[in-house]
């Protein structure tokens, strides 16, 4: 089994900066994604941010410029940087990692942008 434990959220301000950190541990073989999922109030469950290796990078349009994702293989930790935040970037962020074991998530984290 995968466990993926994620920290940084919290609340911030319009145009401030989070960092979200997600770290992973146990049966960690072949590890491909990892990336960061979101949901909002009522909203879909959506993508954010996925890093396969250490170079190949997607991001949603909606966070692109703004947002950057890394990965320590070292420390088997992926990064989300989010900068210029916005209020519509409040949601529970969701950790995600995808091995040959399978697709893993985090319990999620709240970011909330309000001033």
């Known amino acids: 089994q995968v466990q993926l434990v994620e920290d940084g959220g919290g609340l911030v301000q319009p145009g401030g900066s989070l960092r979200l950190s997600c770290a992973a541990s146990g049966s960690l073989f072949s590890i491909d994604v990892m990336g960061w999922y979101r949901q909002a109030p009522g909203k879909q469950h959506e993508l954010v941010a996925v890093?396969?290796?250490?170079?190949?990078?997607n991001y949603a349009d909606s966070v692109k410029g703004r947002f950057t994702i890394s990965r320590d293989d070292a420390k088997n930790t992926v990064y989300l940087q989010m900068n210029s935040l916005k209020p519509e970037d409040t949601a529970v962020y969701y950790c995600?990692?995808?091995?040959?074991?399978?697709?893993?998530w985090g319990q999620g984290t709240q970011v909330t942008v309000s001033s």
């Open positions: 890093i396969r290796g250490q170079s190949n990078k």
């Open positions: 995600h990692l995808e091995s040959i074991l399978g697709a893993f």
